[in-house]
């Protein structure tokens, strides 16, 4: 490389940095990557969590469905229960020997059960002794109290506040407090008012804030007052030490706590058992010694699992937390002293200026185009591993400025010198990138209510559809080919999806993501997703032959239906959402799809959908099938045509599934044998009844294990 070359090279090096530092920090500080820093948070937070040895001191009790309807059912009570429910929860945490019991209950108004009732949990909490009550709400508006009460002693803890502290910590004019008989009782009072972060995820919480001066500690650092009064606290600009472990603060008084996995990483007791021991010991079926100490020593927090009762809150490592857990979580980065420290401006800005220089320098000495995407690859991923590495040592590095900044200032580099060239091939790798779904169906504009972040779980019957074979088709087609296979086959499909009332979720390439009866109601949705399915497939079949004169491409398609609870809503920020869903049953119907290769099948839908069908469609049950991800095994079937239409008879593949199940390979052989020419799953079937004879299982239960997605 010639010096000029070399000079005006240096000096593009230092022009696209300057371009590209300005613009991350610019973005960065405008707010505009907070959201993608909060999802690469979120996979950081999901690859790196694991429980911690701090994790086995603490104990969960969850008012789970299991509880409320144990309770109904055998009590003759329902929500909301009486308070003395909660006390016999106290008293048998007492005598189970927990070392200290928080309670993430709002306890405002009296007992609508009467004044008796309230003195019952009361006596029930002095029996405790170390009790702590998460039943502080402060707000900034309107509260029934400005002031904390004369009737309500000052906290036990003694707060040394240093420099700066008042001004970090969050101050409320307002508050709601618990009835004062029963928060006189408690040893600690706490704060249960946390802020979530935009996309409605709680990332960030804070240890302390500030009510008339009193300092009130989150219910998790609450419960650790109530064990340990005489604790010594410290609070500054930058942190909260207590007994020498230190919680680091960001700017707003928050901290970050260090998730250790999703829903019910920690110990989980359901409250039912709690609530039958002690009214077992009341009336007399056990003695005081029969009772095991399993809470000895531990700290037990009490809350709320169930769906209805509106405690669930998403971390970054789960979707379907609690505010219980969220509270467990502060309490285990306490006692293990590894919360996350979060990054200043300062060091943000100082690390996106080094690593684009270092980029960019690296760039500057390569010569070579294939040297200088390499590079160019290395330094894109360094900044991960090292966010990585980062969180490991308990700091949030603040990768998305730093991240961007690199790659904008590669991106000039290179295009600078090789623009015509990676023009059409940019072209090519962000296309789809840009297609984005469609709106939530025409009803949803009847009802915009449903315009706001947040989900439901509810029972949905979700679709999943992929084409055969499609990496090998793309490879043969020109973009501009394959770019108009795509939009014709995903109108035609989408088209009939829509007119069956289903929402259309995604396109990922040739796949379509769909679901039913979300975000309105749909009556019969298993039969409008498999009448969807049999359509798309005959539409796709009426198509094959324009597909394979236009583009010498045959398309075959898979389609995998499953019905079950799922978490339906909008996600993403305030100011940009989608409505998609979540959950396990989602992923089942991916796992269908894949599924029909193993039996030559195109489509496959679960029992679930299937026993909701009635007698609309001719369908054959193909086997019982246990998928990867999940421990249980599914059994699956065929959909062949609506009721109306005429039935191919395979009622030796029934036979020969019966035998099959039996381990009664030779005769399911010759049965699936019958229909093997002309019925993949029967061959498939055959070949696997003549290994089976051949080598016999020692154990048998009839269920095919798919090791691949």
């Known amino acids: 490389m010639g010096a000029h070359r070399l000079r005006a090279t240096w000096l593009h090096a230092v022009l696209h940095g300057g371009i590209a530092v300005a613009l991350s920090l610019v973005l960065w500080f405008s707010g505009l990557f907070q959201g993608i820093e909060a999802t690469t948070f979120d996979l950081r937070a999901r690859?790196?969590?694991?429980?911690?040895?701090?994790?086995?001191?603490?104990?969960?009790?969850?008012?789970?469905?299991?509880s409320l309807d144990w309770v109904a059912e055998n009590m003759g009570i329902v929500w909301p229960w009486p308070r003395e429910l909660f006390g016999a929860v106290i008293d048998n945490c007492k005598r189970r020997g927990a070392r200290a019991i928080g309670f993430d209950v709002l306890?405002?108004?009296?007992?609508?059960?009467?004044?008796?009732d309230d003195q019952a949990l009361v006596r029930a909490i002095e029996r405790a002794g170390s009790f702590a009550l998460g039943s502080v709400f402060p707000t900034r508006n309107n509260a029934k109290f400005s002031a904390w009460p004369d009737a309500l002693p000052r906290p036990p803890y003694a707060a040394r506040m240093g420099h700066g502290a008042t001004d970090i910590l969050p101050r409320y004019p307002m508050a709601t407090l618990p009835v004062h008989e029963i928060a006189r009782?408690?040893?600690?009072?706490?704060?249960?008012?946390?802020?979530?972060?935009?996309?409605?995820?709680?990332?960030r919480i804070h240890p302390f804030v500030l009510f008339d001066g009193v300092p009130l500690p989150s219910?998790?650092?609450?419960?650790?007052?109530?064990?340990?009064?005489?604790?010594l606290i410290q609070v500054n600009r930058h942190a909260v030490i207590i007994d020498g472990n230190r919680i680091p603060l960001d700017k707003y008084g928050a901290t970050i706590p260090r998730?250790?996995?999703?829903?019910?990483?920690?110990?989980?007791?359901?409250?039912?058992?709690?609530?039958?021991?002690?009214?077992?010991?009341?009336?007399?079926?056990?003695?005081?010694?029969?009772?095991?100490?399993?809470?000895?020593?531990?700290?037990?927090?009490?809350?709320?699992?169930?769906?209805?009762?509106?405690?669930?809150?998403?971390?970054?490592?789960?979707?379907?937390?609690?505010?219980?857990?969220?509270?467990?979580?502060?309490?285990?980065?306490?006692?293990?002293?590894?919360?996350?420290?979060?990054?200043?401006?300062?060091?943000?800005?100082?690390?996106?200026?080094?690593?684009?220089?270092?980029a960019l320098a690296a760039l500057a000495l390569i010569p070579s185009l294939r040297g200088r995407i390499a590079v160019a690859l290395c330094f894109m991923l360094l900044p991960a591993l090292?966010?990585?590495?980062?969180?490991?040592?308990?700091?949030?590095?603040?990768?998305?400025?730093?991240?961007?900044?690199?790659?904008?200032a590669l991106a000039m580099s290179i295009v600078q010198e090789y623009f015509m060239t990676l023009r059409q091939e940019r072209f090519i790798r962000h296309s789809f990138k840009h297609y984005l779904s469609p709106a939530v169906i025409d009803q949803l504009l009847g009802n915009p209510e449903r315009l706001k972040l947040g989900g439901e779980r509810k029972e949905l019957t979700m679709f999943f559809s992929d084409l055969e074979g499609f990496t090998r088709i793309s490879e043969g087609l020109a973009p501009e080919q394959l770019t108009q296979l795509l939009n014709e086959y995903l109108t035609a499909m989408t088209d009939i999806i829509l007119q069956e009332e289903g929402t259309v979720d995604k396109f990922e390439g040739d796949a379509i993501i769909a679901f039913w009866n979300a975000p309105l109601e749909i009556a019969g949705h298993p039969e409008k997703a498999v009448r969807a399915a049999l359509r798309c497939q005959a539409r796709l079949g009426a198509m094959r032959d324009h597909f394979l004169a236009g583009h010498g491409v045959e398309l075959v398609m898979r389609i995998g239906i499953n019905t079950g609870h799922a978490i339906a809503g909008n996600m993403g920020s305030a100011s940009r959402f989608d409505y998609t869903v979540l959950g396990d049953a989602v992923n089942l119907a991916a796992r269908l799809e894949g599924a029909n290769k193993y039996f030559g099948t195109r489509?496959?839908?679960?029992?679930?959908?299937?026993?909701?069908?009635?007698?609309?469609?001719?369908?054959?049950?193909?086997?019982?099938?246990?998928?990867v991800g999940r421990r249980e095994p599914v059994t699956v079937y065929e959909p062949l045509s609506h009721a109306g239409a005429p039935a191919v008879d395979y009622s030796a593949f029934a036979a020969g599934l019966q035998h099959y199940y039996a381990g009664e390979f030779a005769e399911a052989q010759a049965a699936f044998s019958r229909l093997a020419g002309q019925d993949p799953a029967s061959a498939m079937y055959a070949k696997l009844c003549a290994r089976l004879i051949s080598a016999p299982p020692i154990t048998w239960d009839g269920v095919l294990i798919l090791d691949a997605k």
Request: a negative charge.
């Open 47 to 66: 690859l790196l969590a694991e429980p911690s040895p701090a994790g086995s001191a603490i104990s969960l009790i969850a008012v789970d469905q299991e």
């Open 185 to 203: 009782a408690a040893t600690v009072l706490c704060n249960v008012h946390h802020g979530a972060d935009a996309d409605g995820i709680y990332r």
């Open 386 to 408: 090292i966010a990585v590495q980062f969180y490991k040592q308990g700091f949030d590095f603040t990768l998305v400025p730093v991240q961007f900044a690199v790659a904008a």
């Open 603 to 627: 489509t496959m839908i679960s029992q679930a959908t299937f026993n909701q069908l009635g007698s609309q469609f001719h369908c054959r049950e193909l086997g019982r099938l246990k998928v």
């Open 219 to 231: 219910l998790g650092i609450g419960l650790y007052l109530a064990a340990h009064p005489k604790a």
């Open 107 to 116: 306890f405002t108004e009296p007992s609508s059960s009467g004044v008796s």
């Open 259 to 358: 998730y250790r996995g999703p829903h019910k990483t920690h110990m989980m007791h359901s409250a039912a058992a709690f609530i039958r021991q002690e009214f077992r010991l009341m009336n007399g079926e056990l003695v005081p010694e029969e009772i095991e100490h399993d809470l000895t020593g531990k700290y037990v927090l009490f809350g709320y699992t169930a769906p209805g009762l509106f405690d669930l809150r998403p971390s970054p490592t789960d979707g379907m937390f609690s505010g219980m857990e969220i509270n467990a979580t502060v309490l285990d980065n306490l006692l293990a002293g590894d919360f996350i420290r979060p990054m200043s401006a300062a060091w943000t800005a100082t690390l996106v200026l080094l690593f684009t220089s270092f």
